[in-house]
């Protein structure tokens, strides 16, 4: 038992600060509070278990009250067990083999050679002597545009029979440091990949590592990693089982998983002449008329034997009816030797006497044959490495309108500048971008590229606005982008869910769009952008991305205010910044910026970001079991918010403030277990929720009987906690809010258990399971199976 109870200590504590397992963590964390308190031990209010030491401590104190207490221990027994499932709340679903991934691309139909790698991977899996208890991995290393993406993913694909827990690709967009993705944002999706539910996912990196291992620990899986910029990206990466194989793409040597980890490394080289003329005939197919063989060979070896100036190349042929092979062995003969279609020299890159590089060959002569209009679309959209580049992104990036956006995209997919990898959204080779790029700022200068970036930037803002918007419709808001918004008058209940879901799905363009906006020194399109993505974070989480953003947002913000911009930005950006801090567990962090922003809002006289610094603050105590400072720092937020005078920024937003300052007092009170006081404040809260205008806010008001429920269970008043609950459950359920609807159930059940009414418990689990299975969320859903059939045993 004594393992077992520390173990509970250690997951509730850590998760503590960083809100892991949602509700049900936040009231696991709370009940270890009131444990503690019970034992007596050293008198005074305890305090959140930090250090091995202290968590030690605490667990000790537990055992030796649960020895001299029947009670106590049943007590104790129960909190160990609710506290389980939140150290494995998405294992089980991976063990059920709830999520097989798919995410290998599709592989291409005009692969040629390569048989000796998918020969070697063959020999590797076979070959008893490498490393036990860990998985295969092939390391496939050469230059740009060598193929090594297409390699790896037709290996995968030939070999996927044997690993029947499906795949998981990523393209971890290691050309430079700059744009290479951080393991934690690779961690994120993979984990949603395996079943893991997007709001329950680790904040910090290094628990994200953890469930990631778990989660593939007993899976056979093929993981393939392309475009890795080093080993620092990729052995967070690696999956725990030996039974996995991952392919690993890289132009750099990755020493440290060959010699840490077994990695067998294969160097991919040119395609042989032979090998070239088959896979450009492949691409050019049958429809063109027949060349002389010398010809043929004379363009295969202007390619250099390098797959993607082949793909390129062919591409050309393949669609323009009247390129003639004749012209395109010339043009790429001339380029070879610096010479233009008129004869006259060319500018090389690089030193004088170094060899053509094949790939920029090609794609010069395909750059050549595009119409003006085409060739300025290609520049335009290649001016950032935009992630994906999308209708929406492209049109703005070059000044055209959609339809004409998608028109010079399929063009461009059509003769091999980009690759369309999913529905109205393409991809760049990094290589192909690059040569767009250089081309944007020799042709059009950097005024022209910078304009683009904006352009980008400010369609991207207003996407993001407006999802923002619909998503969290009544929170306050800085910045011009959300002025005239509104919501539809018929508006679909599930229009929020389809916004969130619209602003998960552009969650890495929005955020190279902050990362560009700021090199171009687009300062209050920064911290706006940083602003409209507050909503997608607050409930998706993606920390990583969250904390680097909302740095650049914080610089951002205090260049544009000393250049007559919105001096409220600064402290709008900090509180947030220090939300992330909290969801990462990095207090200390959070506290500091929260501090920061106070003193920012008191200086130019903002009181309703002061009062939200302040909340902040109080939100951060109450995680660290600080209830008397939590509420403290509640009262004084409430204070500065009745300070907010008529005409004064956030005036309008005052009533519904004060209503949350009101349940968070209550809340604060409760823990403190001044329950009369508690249930008098939060009964203000709720009324002030239902006196807000549009019929008030159900929702609020749902969370405000969920925390009368938790004051009356704690008081002791079952029947008074069941009253509550059942008015939560009537909120929840006109709220539309289903993830909390499901916790509302499981928490009045738990009332029923307490209560000995086990019929009435099964009634609202299977509603929890119901609620929990409609919304995605595995964990709660095995939670309420496995009490159910213990009911049921």
């Not at 610096?338 to 920029?360: F, I, L, S």
């Not at 419709?473 to 918004?485: C, D, H, K, S, V």
Request: charged share 25%; hydrophobic share 45%; aromatic share 4%.
């Amino acid at each position: 038992m004594t393992g077992l109870v520390l173990s509970a200590v250690g997951t509730v504590a850590s998760g503590a600060l960083s809100g892991a397992g949602g509700e049900v963590g936040r009231r696991a964390s709370e009940r270890l509070y009131g444990l503690l308190g019970r034992t007596g031990a050293d008198g005074g209010d305890p305090t959140l278990p930090v250090t091995g030491a202290e968590r030690t401590a605490a667990a000790a104190r537990l055992l030796e009250h649960a020895r001299s207490s029947p009670e106590f221990a049943r007590e104790v027994r129960e909190w160990v067990r609710e506290a389980s499932w939140l150290e494995v709340r998405t294992v089980p679903a991976v063990a059920h083999g709830a999520s097989r991934p798919r995410m290998l691309p599709p592989a291409t139909a005009v692969f040629t050679d390569r048989a000796d790698v998918l020969a070697r991977i063959t020999a590797l899996l076979d070959d008893e002597s490498r490393a036990p208890g860990a998985p295969a991995i092939a390391a496939l290393v050469g230059p740009g545009g060598i193929g090594k993406t297409e390699a790896a993913v037709h290996c995968a694909s030939e070999l996927r029979d044997r690993f029947p827990d499906g795949a998981l690709f990523a393209d971890l967009r290691g050309a430079s440091a700059g744009t290479a993705l951080a393991p934690s944002d690779v961690l994120a999706r993979f984990l949603e990949r395996l079943g893991v539910p997007p709001a329950m996912v680790p904040g910090d990196e290094a628990r994200q590592r953890d469930l990631y291992r778990d989660c593939t620990a007993d899976r056979s899986l093929i993981v393939v990693l392309d475009n890795a910029h080093g080993d620092a990206q990729v052995v967070p990466l690696l999956p725990a089982s030996p039974g996995s194989l991952v392919l690993v793409t890289s132009r750099h040597r990755l020493g440290r998983l060959v010699a840490g980890h077994g990695a067998r490394s294969y160097s991919l080289g040119p395609l042989s002449t032979e090998d070239s003329i088959s896979l450009m005939r492949r691409i050019v197919g049958d429809t063109r008329r027949a060349a002389p063989d010398a010809v043929v060979r004379a363009v295969a070896e202007g390619t250099g034997g390098i797959p993607l100036a082949v793909c390129t190349t062919g591409a050309g042929l393949a669609v323009r009816e009247h390129l003639s092979w004749e012209r395109v062995a010339r043009q790429l003969s001339d380029r070879i030797h610096g010479h233009d279609q008129e004869g006259g020299a060319m500018r090389r890159q690089g030193p004088d006497d170094a060899p053509a590089d094949p790939v920029r060959v090609s794609q010069d002569a395909a750059y050549a044959e595009l119409d003006p209009d085409c060739a300025a679309f290609y520049r335009a959209i290649a001016v950032w490495a935009w992630p994906t580049v999308t209708v929406r992104c492209a049109a703005h990036a070059a000044g055209v309108g959609e339809e004409d956006a998608r028109r010079l995209l399929e063009q461009l997919a059509r003769v091999h500048l980009l690759e369309e990898v999913g529905e109205e959204r393409y991809r760049f080779h990094d290589l192909t971008r690059a040569h767009a790029r250089e081309l944007a700022v020799a042709e059009d200068g950097h005024v022209h590229v910078a304009a683009a970036v904006r352009r980008v930037a400010v369609a991207e803002l207003r996407f993001a606005a407006a999802a923002d918007f619909r998503v969290l419709p009544l929170r306050w808001r800085l910045g011009p982008a959300f002025q005239g918004l509104t919501l539809p008058a018929n508006r679909d209940p599930a229009d929020g869910r389809h916004a969130l879901a619209g602003l998960r799905r552009e969650r890495e363009n929005l955020a190279a769009v902050v990362r560009a906006a700021a090199h171009h020194g687009f300062n209050d399109l920064v911290w706006q952008l940083c602003e409209a993505l507050w909503g997608l974070h607050l409930l998706l989480g993606f920390h990583a991305q969250w904390i680097d953003t909302h740095l650049l947002g914080v610089e951002a913000a205090r260049r544009d205010a000393a250049e007559f911009g919105d001096p409220r930005a600064v402290g709008r950006m900090l509180t947030q910044l220090a939300f992330a801090y909290m969801q990462v567990g990095r207090a200390a962090e959070a506290e500091d910026a929260l501090g920061r922003a106070r003193e920012a809002d008191r200086d130019c006289g903002h009181r309703r970001g002061e009062a939200t610094a302040v909340e902040a603050l109080g939100l951060l105590r109450l995680k660290q079991w600080e209830f008397a400072e939590a509420q403290r720092c509640f009262e004084e937020a409430r204070e500065i918010t009745a300070g907010i005078g008529p005409g004064e920024a956030g005036r309008e937003d005052v009533p519904r403030a004060t209503a949350l300052l009101e349940h968070h007092i209550g809340r604060a009170l409760a823990k403190q277990r001044d329950f009369p006081a508690a249930v008098a404040r939060l009964h203000d809260a709720l009324a002030r929720f239902r006196r807000l205008p549009d019929g008030g806010d159900t929702y609020n008001a749902g969370r405000v009987y969920m925390s009368l429920a938790e004051a009356h269970l704690d008081a002791g008043e079952l029947d008074l906690a069941g009253v509550c609950l059942d008015e939560a459950v009537t909120a929840m359920t006109g709220a539309g809010a289903a993830r909390q609807l499901a916790d509302t159930f499981e928490m009045r059940a738990s009332c029923h258990r307490r209560s000995g009414r086990p019929a009435a418990e099964a009634t609202d689990l299977r509603a929890a399971a119901a609620a929990y299975e409609d919304g995605g969320d595995r964990s709660g859903l095995d939670r309420v199976r496995e009490r159910l059939a213990e009911l049921e045993a």
